[in-house]
């Protein structure tokens, strides 16, 4: 047993032998060396040797409530004294979760009134996967088995949810995507082969869910999956009307419509879930993240009503054959109902004014000779990197785009998501002060300057 904390270099050295970390190079991360994060408070974050750090990305999209909330500790210190754990199996529950699935289905959209508690956004993707099938099944309908999504999603890495992700990172080497698992083309307006007109945009994407359809076969689809803005696709917001649009066709086709909110609810893009932006309701909605604000682990499903409902009248007696042993854990859901507290006490509204004041500030930077988009809603957000704003030509691979911006925006007191092909990824705390958003756009101008004079970029500079 430790008697004292271990050295920093310690910790490196033993990170580095011992800890296998999430969508890494193991290789590069051995030679990299760990960076140690000791601390966080509001939006800040302290690393080993005592610097400050703003969390411009909130972990990973997720603490959306800012780091050191006492009132979140306190409710999860006092559910773990009373009843550390109980399991969900045999009709067993605890106070907690329930009042937890009750307050998430009165304040989703529609009908979306039965919630499944699961660790995170991966295994509720998953879940998703199954419930429809045995929906499908209960239906009368087996050979509903087809599965769609969109090019640049992300909807988790499990074996089954991998494969619904549409980036190849996520596929190469696993066997991925599966012959169930299809996909149509991104809306990205930025790059869009169909022009940033957004009307053409809604049509051409409509036009092509209608034709995967038909050569899939109208009676074999089961679901579509879609991401309200795709995160780690390089933050892509669609154009207005885009969802609800492709929500119609499925509904009009009678296919299954799963809004995966994992990363835009929870007052990410404004509102409690992003699905309010243009009222649709879908047929199943997963969320995790700023669910409990990534204080403890949790994710969930919300079923509409006619989907929960066609599995119970099919199950009957019989069990429905899926669950977890930590589904709807009391400590994890103790501490979202103090974090959904948190929210409506004044989070959700102060991230509002702080996302007009990121999105004003960032589209500032449209004037940098790096800079060729700006997107984004509420406190999610991307700067995405050229080297020829008339070309929309990426950075150059040699750049290393990924490490390279991550670890000068870290030199820079600023944590934010660095995507391979140039793109900064922001996703701040709900609780940042005006200082720090205007912190986050300064320190952003910084790390373009620096990289301006990278002898890589001035060599292609159109």
């Not at 990170?15 to 890494?24: A, E, F, T």
């Not at 899926?322 to 948190?342: C, N």
């Amino acid at each position: 047993m430790l008697t004292r904390p271990p050295a920093a270099n310690s910790l490196v050295e033993l990170d580095r032998r011992h800890l296998v970390h999430p969508v890494s190079s193991f290789r590069g991360h051995e030679a990299r060396g760990v960076r140690l994060l000791t601390s966080g408070q509001g939006a800040t974050v302290t690393e080993s040797e005592g610097r400050q750090l703003i969390d411009g990305f909130a972990g990973l999209w997720c603490v959306n409530a800012g780091y050191g909330q006492e009132s979140v500790v306190e409710a999860a210190a006092r559910q773990m004294r009373q009843l550390p754990y109980a399991t969900g199996y045999f009709d067993l529950g605890t106070e907690a979760p329930i009042r937890l699935a009750a307050a998430l289905a009165e304040r989703a959209p529609g009908d979306l009134d039965h919630v499944y508690f699961t660790l995170g956004g991966s295994d509720a993707v998953d879940s998703t996967i199954r419930f429809i099938r045995y929906y499908w099944h209960a239906r009368g309908m087996p050979g509903r088995d087809q599965f769609i999504s969109v090019a640049s999603g992300y909807h988790g890495s499990t074996s089954m949810g991998a494969g619904l992700t549409a980036l190849p990172l996520f596929h190469d080497g696993f066997g991925v995507p599966h012959d169930w698992q299809h996909r149509i083309a991104s809306h990205d307006l930025y790059r869009n082969p169909n022009g940033a007109d957004p009307a053409a945009v809604i049509a051409a994407s409509v036009a092509e869910l209608r034709a995967k359809v038909a050569e899939i076969g109208k009676d074999r689809v089961a679901a579509f999956y879609v991401e309200p803005i795709q995160g780690s696709g390089g933050v892509l917001v669609p154009p207005p009307g885009w969802i609800a649009a492709l929500r119609a066709v499925c509904a009009e086709l009678g296919i299954l419509f799963v809004a995966d909110e994992v990363i835009t609810g929870f007052g990410r893009t404004g509102p409690l879930f992003a699905c309010e932006d243009e009222s649709i309701v879908p047929d199943l909605m997963t969320v995790a993240k700023g669910l409990t604000s990534g204080y403890a682990p949790m994710g969930a499903v919300l079923m509409s009503d006619h989907v929960y409902q066609t599995i119970a009248d099919f199950a009957g007696a019989k069990a429905v054959g899926h669950g977890f042993t930590y589904s709807a854990h009391p400590v994890s859901a103790a501490v979202a109902l103090e974090v959904l507290s948190l929210y409506e006490g004044g989070l959700l509204e102060n991230g509002r004014v702080m996302g007009d004041r990121l999105q004003s500030g960032l589209r500032g930077l449209m004037d940098h000779p790096l800079v060729g988009d700006v997107r984004g809603r509420g406190m999610l957000a991307a700067v995405e990197l050229v080297t020829d704003k008339a070309a929309k030509t990426p950075l150059p691979a040699e750049l290393g785009a990924a490490t390279r911006l991550f670890d000068r925006a870290w030199d820079q007191g600023l944590i934010v998501r660095a995507f391979p092909q140039g793109v900064f990824g922001y996703a701040p705390p709900l609780c940042c002060t005006a200082e720090e958003i205007d912190q986050i756009v300064a320190r952003t101008r910084k790390v373009l300057d620096l990289t301006l004079d990278d002898p890589e970029i001035r060599a292609v500079l159109g």
